[in-house]
């Protein structure tokens, strides 16, 4: 059974950094991609990065661009994901998806996601 965690959440003030996790199990982590998507107070899931299985193609939303980082630890079965500048506006759930070719997102396996609030 496919299972992700995500960890690393929490309150912090614009301007400020966060560290997320997320631990996946049940399956061959490397052979997938893996994504990151967050879902805003009254708006859609969007999806924010996506990291190959070799972890060497990387793609951002422009949203995050320049501010946040993917990475992946294949030893370790965990999926990253820097947050630094945060801003108002990045206050969300996130989470993190298992990547499946030509899926949407809202129907990707996630975990039950981590809370970043971002507030002064």
């Known amino acids: 059974e496919v299972r992700l965690v995500e960890s690393g959440g929490g309150l912090v003030q614009p301007g400020g950094s966060l560290r997320l996790s997320c631990a996946a199990s049940?399956?061959?982590?490397?052979?997938?991609?893996m994504k990151w998507l967050r879902q805003r107070p009254g708006k859609k899931l969007e999806w924010v990065s996506v990291?190959?299985?070799?972890?060497?193609?990387?793609y951002y939303a422009d949203s995050v661009k320049g501010r946040f980082t993917i990475s992946r630890d294949n030893a370790k079965s965990t999926l990253y994901l820097q947050l630094n500048a945060l801003e108002t506006g990045d206050t969300a759930m996130y989470y993190c998806?298992?990547?499946?070719?030509?899926?949407?997102?809202?129907?990707?396996?996630r975990g039950q996601g981590t809370q970043v609030t971002v507030s002064s």
């Open positions: 998806a298992k990547d499946r070719p030509e899926t949407a997102i809202q129907a990707l396996v």
């Open positions: 049940g399956f061959t982590f490397s052979d997938y991609n």
């Open positions: 990291i190959s299985g070799s972890g060497e193609i990387i």
